[in-house]
């Protein structure tokens, strides 16, 4: 049974179009971290929440939004799609500063 | 711009021998480090978490951190075929709490 999990797993957009990855979690963890992954490159940092009420962007942010609906679930949103964010999308929980962090199964999004 | 640097490789070894992966950091405020090992395709999976000076054993793995020197190291001993993998340092940011991640060097257990 996954702690951490991501849906959809595969997912084929267009252009232009608005999608929004989901993840959720069983591991009560308060901080969630969403990241991409291009292929050959290491992962990069979109955005973290360290609870519920706290949202903050990381490196590549522009161009995605997130909802930290609970607890449990962190949704990333692509408001319009463009194909150089086709990647591999990890979602990502931790349970306090300096502690470990483990990832979700992860997202491949192809934007056409 | 606080950063994590790993050789890329591939790193080459032959089956049985010991493989040693490297990571430098810059944040000398830095205070947790983490080795993940990530088959393509997949999630990164945890290998060894380290918050000390010194070494940490944990079956064929051993990370050596050095604070002073801002590095972290991973010798994986007996190496197997199922080893040959990307694998992934990474380092608490002490200032946000966010986690950097070097770019991964890739290792191959030839068997």
């Known amino acids: 049974d996954a702690d951490v999990t991501q849906t959809p797993r595969n997912r084929i957009t267009k252009t232009g179009k608005r999608i929004m990855l989901e993840c959720s979690q069983t591991k009560g963890h308060d901080r969630m971290y969403w990241y991409r992954q291009d292929p050959g490159l290491g992962l990069q940092l979109i955005y973290y929440s360290f609870d519920v009420k706290d949202i903050n962007k990381g490196e590549i942010s522009d161009g995605y939004s997130v909802s930290r609906q609970a607890q449990a679930k962190f949704s990333l949103s692509l408001e319009s799609a463009i194909p150089n964010q086709t990647a591999l999308y990890f979602c990502?929980?931790?349970?306090?500063?300096?502690?470990?962090?483990?990832f979700g199964p992860g997202t491949r999004l192809l934007v056409l | 711009q606080k950063e994590v640097e790993q050789n890329s490789g591939p790193l080459s070894v032959p089956e049985g021998a010991i493989a040693s992966l490297n990571c430098t950091y810059s944040d000398r405020g830095s205070q947790s480090f983490f080795w993940y090992r990530q088959y393509s395709g997949k999630s990164p999976e945890l290998i060894m978490s380290i918050y000390s000076n010194g070494d940490k054993e944990d079956g064929r793995f051993t990370a050596q951190l050095n604070k002073a020197s801002q590095y972290v190291s991973l010798l994986i001993r007996d190496s197997q075929p199922s080893d040959s993998a990307t694998y992934l340092c990474a380092v608490n940011d002490s200032g946000t709490y966010k986690y950097i991640f070097g770019t991964g060097t890739r290792l191959k257990v030839l068997a």
């Open positions: 990502a929980t931790s349970r306090g500063q300096e502690e470990t962090q483990y």
